[in-house]
């Protein structure tokens, strides 16, 4: 399958945000080859386009990675704060060179500390517009169960409405389990496949 040209998608996460309501929550699905171009277009339209801000979950990449990539495609950084789950667990903990904007949690593993994080993170976000970006459920699967992360999501995206906070979650359809797909589909307004 051709990969889709980054106008493209950008186009089709558009137009599915459209009408959506206020305070809206998505899956977004795609394939793995698609992962990174459909993460930096969702990203370039809520923060460039629909001047939203928020808070990234990044379970791929490093928070030091995804802000280059994320800079060198013209997204706008500088309302978004970033949880990292990568950095602390390849790099000891003492040669982080910590920034503002940015909370490192331990491990993959650690559901907890990043609900905390979202909890802290969403009062400091100074707009009216607010969303949540979690790259990749499918890699909180690699590390934790899905009975687990079913109610990690439960949680989340409860918390996310309770907070007022709009958001995507990005997962791979094909490591899904089909029942596990459609309770998830359940918490979400809507599923978007690119």
């Not at 051709?2 to 009408?19: C, M, T, Y």
């Not at 995804?66 to 040669?95: E, R």
Request: net charge neutral; proline share 4%.
């Amino acid at each position: 399958m051709a990969a889709v040209e980054d106008s493209e998608v950008i186009g089709k996460l558009r137009s599915e945000i459209k009408g959506l309501p206020a305070e809206w929550i998505v899956l977004v699905e795609t394939p793995g080859d698609r992962l990174m171009e459909v993460n930096t277009g969702m990203l370039k339209v809520l923060l460039n386009e629909m001047d939203y801000s928020g808070i990234y979950i990044t379970l791929n990449r490093s928070y030091e990675n995804i802000s280059q990539l994320m800079k060198g495609k013209g997204i706008k950084t500088n309302n978004l704060f970033f949880i990292d789950g990568v950095t602390l667990q390849n790099v000891t903990p003492g040669k982080v060179k910590r920034e503002d904007g940015v909370v490192y949690i331990e491990s993959i593993r650690s559901l907890t500390d990043m609900t905390i994080a979202v909890t802290q993170l969403v009062p400091k976000i100074e707009s009216n517009k607010k969303f949540l970006f979690l790259d990749s459920l499918s890699t909180l699967l690699l590390f934790n169960s899905p009975e687990l992360i079913g109610r990690f999501s439960h949680a989340l995206t409860t918390k996310m409405r309770a907070m007022g906070v709009s958001g995507a979650i990005v997962s791979l359809p094909e490591e899904l389990d089909p029942s596990f797909r459609q309770m998830l589909g359940a918490l979400c307004d809507k599923v978007i496949k690119v």
